[in-house]
């Protein structure tokens, strides 16, 4: 079992930033992938960005050049660094770990955090 908890979310303006955490507990060693995904109200959740264990990062096409994720394996903690955020990056974003390489799909992770609100007003 791996259990994860995210921090960072908050209200922000458009052109501003934030910085997600996540912290996982448990059976870490297995977690080769650590995803980023988020769910505006209405729609499915969406794939983010991804980290490897070394700290290789791919992201989504909307994300590309603004976020950019990191990963602190003796902490045990993945980041997400969020920068020019928009109105359309508003939703809840959640953590999540894979076994897997290069998981990009929701399906291919198995442990989830509880999410945390990014809301950026316009």
């Known amino acids: 079992q791996v259990q994860l908890v995210e921090s960072g979310g908050g209200l922000v303006q458009a052109g501003g930033s934030l910085r997600l955490s996540c912290t996982a507990s448990g059976r870490t060693f297995s977690s080769n992938s650590m995803g980023w995904f988020r769910q505006a109200p209405g729609t499915e959740r969406e794939f983010v960005a991804t980290t490897s264990r070394s700290g290789g990062t791919y992201y989504a096409d909307s994300v590309k050049g603004r976020f950019t994720g990191s990963r602190d394996n003796a902490k045990n903690t993945v980041y997400l660094q969020m920068t020019s955020l928009k109105p359309e990056d508003t939703a809840v974003y959640y953590c999540?770990?894979?076994?897997?390489?290069?998981?990009?799909?929701?399906?291919?992770?198995?442990?989830w955090g509880q999410g945390t609100q990014v809301t950026v007003s316009s």
């Open positions: 999540a770990a894979s076994s897997q390489f290069g998981a990009r799909n929701s399906e291919q992770y198995s442990y």
